[in-house]
């Protein structure tokens, strides 16, 4: 029902900036909890910061707080993740994920019905 496609990954050295961006399908992007996620290679899938249906509230993981910011802009029915300061530890595959559960997404992948492909992001030092 809920169609995600995320953009803007790529290579970039540490230190540098990336801005993901994740478009929704439909017309219900107003009632999406919406959020990103992050999975390297042999680890399990982790949150990286969640966002409620109005952008007034947020939830970042300590490992990218102060570097990281989420976003929303529900009349382009578009998500959004700047990235700042980019360390090594942070190459990962990053998916956009949605719930139409309220208030934030929950940090347990199993809860999470909606998902997007993922796309690649990688530091290198």
């Known amino acids: 029902q809920v169609q995600l496609v995320e953009s803007g990954g790529g290579l970039v050295q540490a230190g540098g900036s990336l801005r993901l961006s994740c478009a929704a399908s439909?017309?219900?992007?107003?009632?999406?909890?919406m959020g990103w996620f992050r999975q390297a290679p042999g680890k399990e899938r982790e949150v990286v910061a969640t966002i409620d249906w109005s952008g007034g509230r947020t939830y970042y993981a300590d490992s990218v707080k102060g570097r990281f910011t989420i976003s929303r802009d529900n009349a382009k029915n578009t998500m959004y993740l700047q990235m700042q300061s980019l360390k090594p530890e942070d190459t990962a595959v990053y998916y956009c994920?949605?719930?139409?559960?309220?208030?934030?997404?929950?940090?347990?992948?199993?809860?999470?019905?909606?998902w997007g492909q993922g796309t690649q992001v990688t530091v290198s030092s």
């Open positions: 994920a949605a719930s139409r559960s309220p208030g934030l997404l929950p940090v347990q992948t199993a809860l999470i019905p909606y």
């Open positions: 439909g017309r219900t992007f107003r009632s999406l909890a």
